[in-house]
Each structure stands twice: as structure tokens, then as C-alpha cells.
Nanobody
Framework: QVQLVESGGGLVQAGGSLRLSCAASGSIFSINVMAWYRQAPGKQRELVAAVSRGGSTNYSDSVKGRFTISRDNAKNTVYLRMNSLKPEDTAVYYC???????????????????WGQGTQVTVSS
């Protein structure tokens, strides 16, 4: 019904930049909060940044001032611009939507806690 597909990961040197994208597909009516999480090997998944439908943002202290989250509601897409990357930013980055309203078979549905498949970001020192 609803799919989140990330893109834009890759290998970059320390100090470099990357931009991640996550597009939601389906007959989507609205998406509430969209966020990026990351999970490094041997560590728990952690929140990186989140953006509300109205554009309010929240960042983890570790990325504040370096990363920028934004979204395009018309395209059902969220972005994460990552600057001044550090080796400790290396992780699989996951897109999340806390509530997605969509239509299926003519009926309105809400799907909660939707996740993408993840995209690898590797920062070399």
C-alpha cells in the first residue's frame, strides 16, 4: 500500500557531503512526521532528524549544524542534506513516516510507523 524508497547513500571522504532522498509511493493523501534514523554496526537505531508536515524540524545533537532535513509535501519526499561528514556518521540510514494516510480500493486508510529499506552511508577518514 505505502512504500518508502531511499536513495543517495554512498562512500564519501571525511568533510564531504551527501544528500539522501526518500520518496513515498502509493495513493497518498497526507504524511504526518517524516524522519531519518541511522544504525551503525553494533549500535541501536537512533533518530537523526525529523520534520513535521508544517516544516518544524528537530535534530540530534550529534548532527545539529551539519545536517539539514527538508520535505516536499507535493512529492511526498523527505531529504537529508549532510555536510561536514565524519567517520562516526557511517551507518545505514532509514527513512520513517509516523503516519501515512492513503486510499486503497476507494477507502481511506492510515498506515503507521512506515520504514524504508535503508541506504548505506560510509565516511572514510
Amino acid at each position: 500500500q505505502v512504500q518508502l524508497v531511499e536513495s543517495g547513500g554512498g562512500l564519501v571522504q571525511a568533510g564531504g557531503s551527501l544528500r539522501l532522498s526518500c520518496a513515498a509511493s502509493g495513493s497518498i493523501f497526507s504524511i504526518n512526521v517524516m524522519a531519518w534514523y541511522r544504525q551503525a554496526p553494533g549500535k541501536q537505531r537512533e533518530l537523526v532528524a525529523a520534520v513535521s508536515r508544517g516544516g518544524s524540524t528537530n535534530y540530534s545533537d550529534s548532527v545539529k549544524g551539519r545536517f539539514t532535513i527538508s520535505r516536499d509535501n507535493a512529492k511526498n519526499t523527505v531529504y537529508l542534506r549532510m555536510n561536514s561528514l565524519k567517520p562516526e556518521d557511517t551507518a545505514v540510514y532509514y527513512c520513517n513516516a509516523d503516519r501515512v494516510g492513503y486510499y486503497t480500493g476507494g477507502w481511506y486508510r492510515d498506515e503507521y510507523d512506515c520504514w524504508g529499506q535503508g541506504t548505506q552511508v560510509t565516511v572514510s577518514s
